[in-house]
């Protein structure tokens, strides 16, 4: 059985080569992967910034920073997975719902292969898409959403499809399980005093920045972990859950935010969740001149496949 | 009788107030006005970088360094026009189709109240639903088409609608008399060697890049103005039309273009000429570090008023 | 009565249309307004960075990312406040002297109106005229500042005015009451163990980030709200309070320096204080190539028009 | 037999998948290809800037704006040609000799299956392990370098190996034909009056940009077809021929240069010439904000790809 | 007697050190140098963008790139010249009249010594200070200006000096010979059809770019010869003068410019005019984001240079 | 006997002068000195990103923001030390063995002289000619090492010399105490997971920054205050010890780090140990767009000054 796993970055310098995730093989060979990392370079949903569409350029180029050992997690990610850059499921620029038609279909093989995708966005309207497929295939899955906004708005410009409403769209198709899902770090100003009520009316467990702050985070972990407890579990990690110190491009920052170290404390708080999808989205690369933001975004990919390992691991 | 110009820069400097183009009342006073200066921050049609929809805002901070008189046209534009800042149509980012019904119906009123517009893009999808409105008040137009691409291309992915084909649906619905048309500039690799022919054979005279150099910017003016004549045209100047040193901040750029002094040229060779309507597109802030793409897309608008204002003088 | 409010984000994208603050009516209707946000966009005080002149431009623009309702204070703005933009006030690039008048003029009746200026800065030398126009309504006023720098210095280069005197030249004047008024987070070198205890001498409270960080923000707010009691205050906000790493473009930054999270629980404890006039100065967007710095100085604007709010809805 | 070609952008748009040269396969499979474009990420011979490691990241990003076929040339490339991305060479970074040997090992196998080599760079220094490598295959060959600096220095710091000195080297070890050879475009400030009359004494007939001025393109690429005759040759194009407004991410800009127009007319006036290797190097993605660099150097590799296909077009 | 020379880039790389033009010692000995490279880090008369201070330290920084020959020249600069970075002279930052006086008195001991002074500005309105030092020396000396406005206005929001001003207050203050001096390079929009006669009516020749355009450089170059005879001459570059592709950092740019070879083209026509002062301004660090306007700004001044030595040559 | 201090800012702009370190005399007069700022910029040792030889450019530019007064060590620099702007010692690019003479060459005249260098990076490779040079003076060392990488591997591509690997070096060649030494705040993923027990087998006490977490930043400093003790000590602040936030333009960013304001109380506590030298490396200004990574490199050395001056003060 072939197993994939990065070039050695004591034989060629990291930064050379094609730009895949981690400088992972960029192959479609499902059968002999665990998990695969997938661009989804869509940004049609987007109603401020644009430009997420390099997102999964700019996060392939600063992966390459990443190395095979997480040391937090006590976890070499690939002594016990196999990991491909699948490449990126097509889309069409300019149209929402032929996107997310082809964005569903990339994915579906995926999850039915029984591997693991660690979806690259992309604008976070994708998440429709991606739990689509993966509903398709699990069924009705709990969701843990890091967020600065809820994304759980009717509709834009009289429009169902945005980046600012997914989960709503979700909800309503069946294909989360809110009473297992929780949305955490709500922050900044709102249209409306009921915006978030509106998300608990779904019957998420909505938690906002301040909360987090006044509860702390590890007690958030824990109520993460048993909200979720041993459903199937999608994971959504949106950048601007962070600050823009940490995460300047972004779609649509808002200030007050986590630290990076704060979002990896989340992240790893994870561990032995049931995880069959997870994403990590709203990157911007031309508004991160410094590429902090891609760099965030990778490491947080490495955290999603530091996880999955670790499930994989004690299975 | 109300005639609007810009706020006197003797008196308060350039870099101050509201940004509207050139420091010129925002208003949507139709009645007093000559010309008005419109924005369509669209950008959904975009096939490559993302982010015209901050165009309007890039070239309105880079107009406040216009000042009223056009020496190269020997002409006081405010001495002859009443000019607004009319704002942005309205769009609906992510759907092009609604913007397309959005942009059109923002525009419409303008030409009725025999106003001409200067529309500032937006990606080059726009010009559809300008001319729809162009064409809805003053019947079939000729097309002055500055630009490295035709924009005639069939559909992308399967969609009939990007910032690769509004000319060729334009054709298909009746709103150019290609006979009268024109288009300028075309360089850099294309799909297929029928690209350029394909508009062609819709009967626009297409003149490559190439053919500029080979028989000179004079004699392609003449070129211009004669198969124009006195007909209705609207004039469309994608940014991508000079070098990427002079507009790196757009979105599909082509190298071997002409200079920003060759543009003003073209520009200034269509005095007289009977314009109802024009537009100046494909302008990326994210990517105009410099803001040099700003400043040039400015400037043409701003030839784009010397060439109405010597139409009002000699009219 | 006419109410002024911003655009809605639902009918129109929150990137469309002229850049005013917060998509608000630019208008000088102070007859209907309860508070307007006013740029005074002058920079010939700085001492090192220069390009403080366009930071109203800068704040507005990013100012579209903000929406009507504060969660944090659970308050909907304009549900309790009209609220305009009122432009620039008029300035004279390189002479401080008849800026400082002119910008005195433009503010003064703003003040004879009842309405809450939050000026939007330009280097923190305009705090001098702000303070004259305040306190010619007003009478002397409390002060409570947010800064890394007192700027109570008594001269540069043997010249009484700059962004490092303001404040030093406003107790002379009698504009301030010092013994109800604080100056919260200086830190970073100084030119003279003397510095921070000159502004004590004068009467201030000055409290450095070390002290800050020993007492504890919650003491700190108290100690504030304390020290101006029901006097009439005036707020200033410099952004190089908060650490370079959240507010890199700004003329002085200082390291060592507080979160967006925390500047922001600063500003939220000054609720229900007798509010009449703020600013949030030092933005400079040549250095602020990712808006995040315009970002936070739009977020402190909003925090203001919140406590505003307040204000009048507890009135 | 396989045949390789670019991803279709019709199907998928150009800013999606892996970053590969215009979206070719990534593959070594040299039995099927007639051109493999190559990454050297070499930049240890810098002497000003450094950073061209990441030239061919940035090369392959910007190439995704190419297609298919040449109008200038009316050449369709892949209807003569199957052409891979090879990938990039090992490189050892900091280690010019173990570099100059591992580049060297990377490309002979190119050479030796007939395919043509088109190498990204990297700083100049890779000139001379290119030459090596195409030389123990080709024997000595003619040189056309398009260049602001002939690099046939004799040392730097008392170091043989810079990017200033790989053309002395490959003169001293045998692997040019400097009679056969020709060097255009030198300007700028210079060490010594003597610097290019050195290579001059080589044998090389070097061409400065004063000379190109008086005399004229047209002559000169006569001068260039002349030189060479049926030789085999080596193009090397170092992107600081063209004028910093064209190409301002390189190591060693010099003002006064050539248009990216210009520079496509020289290169497209190479056709018929026996190519049997070409380079475009110089690019530092760190100093190419617009990315019009990386834009012009793609360029310049479809240019190259334009020729080989005429060659075997023509073959 | 010591002769000051750059350090030797054989010896130790271009970019080490600390940063002085061309890496010349940092001295004031006047006696032993023949030029002196003076910086004016003064902006407070910019009316548009801001940060002409930090042009001096961006123009230092590129000139680690220049070389000792000028081949365009056929000159060996320190052959025939001792030239010295003289530092900068003080300024008042925000205080036009005590800068003016401060500059002023840093530069006459430099024409007193009989050293010719390259000045680094800094906005253009330090030609005023400038030329007061020179004539003070001199007597009434013939300008040669490059910039694409005459900058001869009358005032700016009721002052006298802004970078927009300062030769019509020669002109007045009798510093100049207006019969002997030629403002090259006018271009852009202007306030009003009279702004160019003004200058003229002052005795200037003015040639706007349509005129060089329409007439020649060579003939431009001969008629700024012919109008300079033997006068004393002094040499104005303002960076605007050519276009904004080549030269983006600058406060107020102009379409339509020239390039940086017929920049140089223009300077090296200056060979054996009596030069006794010469500038380049207006170079603003902050929007130079690849640093290309410094480095011409920098080529310029080793033009200034060359022509120097070329006088003292010839001498 | 002469003392060296800065140059007074209220008498001249901190923005004016040629860039020393905080406005020092640039003078290699040791005989005068207790301490000297030293550039190395070399960076062929780096393995990721490139460009670190401009780090002491950067860092001097911005240290013209520095006073002379440090408020949180309650110290006046300058009244106990007269420091010097040594420049940079040579280093020979592309060659790191040469370089390594050269930079210990240029640095131990200076520990000879008993003056203490605070040595501006350059990448982290520079600290083994650092630690030779004082070694040969004062015996073997103690480290206290800031850092998220210990930079103890043993080899790349079969090199023994990067910036990966200097203090394996170190050791092997005797040059530190590694009982007295100490490594702080490693994390972020890592090649194996013996990587850090290689470390702590050499004999380091490594502390990873979850522990810092876990046990506070307070107890670290006691235990690195106890580990060093007495010995004579270097410390060694590589910026990619902060969070990229705080710090982005560096070669190997790691998320998770720590604020500039903890990095500064890191180093606070260091007062009154035997510091003999140190340095602040790995600065990158090409990917430091708001020059914050510059400004805290900057003020960690004023920091070292500020611990040497309260050894001095208390000796």
Redesign the interface.
């Known amino acids: 059985m072939t197993r994939y796993e990065p070039a050695d970055?004591?034989?060629?310098?990291?930064?050379?080569?094609?730009?895949?995730f981690m400088r992972l093989p960029?192959t479609q060979d499902l059968e002999n992967a665990d998990a695969a990392v997938v661009?989804a370079?869509f940004?049609?949903?987007?109603?401020?910034?644009?430009?997420a569409?390099?997102g999964?350029?700019g996060i392939?180029?600063m992966s390459?920073?990443?190395?095979?050992?997480?040391?937090?997690q006590?976890i070499?990610i690939f002594d016990h997975l196999s990991v491909i850059?699948y490449?990126?499921v097509?889309?069409?620029?300019?149209?929402?719902e032929?996107s997310y038609e082809s964005i569903q279909k990339g994915l579906e093989p995926i999850h039915r292969a029984g591997v693991v995708p660690i979806v690259l966005g992309g604008d976070h309207s994708i998440a429709l898409p991606e739990l689509r497929a993966a509903a398709a295939v699990h069924g009705p899955l709990a969701l843990v959403q890091f967020d600065s906004h809820p994304d759980t708005w009717d509709?834009?410009?009289?429009?169902k499809?945005?980046h600012g409403t997914p989960f709503r769209r979700a909800v309503e198709e069946g294909l989360l399980r809110p009473e297992r899902s929780i949305q955490v770090g709500?922050?900044?100003?709102?249209?409306?005093?009921r915006?978030?009520d509106d998300a608990r009316a779904m019957g998420f467990d909505l938690v906002?920045?301040?909360a987090v702050?006044k509860i702390g985070i590890e007690e958030i972990i824990s109520r993460i972990r048993e909200r979720v407890d041993d459903a199937k579990v999608y994971v959504s990690f949106d950048v601007d859950f962070v600050?823009?110190?940490?995460a300047?491009?972004t779609g649509?920052?808002e200030?007050?935010?986590f630290?990076?170290?704060e979002a990896?404390e989340f992240v790893r708080g994870l561990a032995e969740l049931n995880i069959v999808g997870c994403d990590v989205v709203e990157v911007y690369p031309?508004?991160?001149?410094?590429?902090?933001t891609a760099?965030?975004a990778a490491?947080i990919a490495?955290e999603f496949l530091s996880l999955i390992a670790i499930q994989k691991a004690g299975g």
């Open positions: 970055s004591f034989e060629t310098p990291r930064f050379s080569g094609v730009r895949t960029n661009g370079p940004d049609t949903g987007a109603t401020f910034r644009a430009g569409r390099f999964p350029e392939r180029s390459h920073l990443l190395r095979r050992y997480n040391p937090s006590e070499g850059d490449g990126d097509p889309v069409v620029p300019g149209y929402i032929a509709a834009y410009f009289g429009q499809h945005t709500m922050r900044g100003s709102i249209y409306d005093e915006d978030w906002p920045t301040d702050r600050d823009p110190a940490f300047p491009g649509t920052p200030i007050g935010g630290t990076s170290r990896q031309a508004y991160d001149p410094a590429q902090v760099l965030l490491n490495h």
